[in-house]
């Protein structure tokens, strides 16, 4: 699986921002996508998780209500909508996947990032 992350970038506190992940693979159904960031000076945090054969999904508690994670089969695109941003989130923000099953996510983005002013 390759992943491809954009649409990181600045916006005030409050504001909203959308990140795109582009994703080829032969059989993406058996995958499971998700979200990770990592803030300066701190690990990787995961951020949210779908997958990619049906909608179930999983958010961190830190950003429950304000982000969305969603995914279009078609397009082979997965997305992050954040809302109601915080100076908090700001991080380099990765795209990554794992079969179904596994434990770890085995393929990463090369990241995005975002900045959050207050």
């Known amino acids: 699986v390759q992943l491809q992350a954009s649409g990181g970038g600045l916006v005030q506190a409050g504001g909203s921002l959308r990140l795109s992940c582009a994703a080829s693979?032969?059989?993406?159904?058996?995958?499971?996508m998700g979200w990770f960031r990592q803030a300066p000076g701190k690990e990787r945090e995961f951020v949210a998780s779908i997958l990619w054969s049906g909608s179930a999904t999983n958010y961190a508690d830190s950003v429950k209500d304000r982000f969305s994670i969603s995914r279009d089969k078609v397009k082979r695109m997965m997305y992050l909508q954040m809302n109601s941003l915080k100076p908090e989130d700001t991080a380099v923000y990765y795209c990554?996947?794992?079969?179904?099953?596994?434990?770890?996510?085995?393929?990463w983005g090369q990241g995005t990032l975002v900045t959050v002013s207050s």
């Open positions: 990554a996947g794992k079969f179904r099953g596994d434990g770890d996510y085995s393929y």
């Open positions: 693979a032969r059989a993406l159904s058996y995958y499971v």
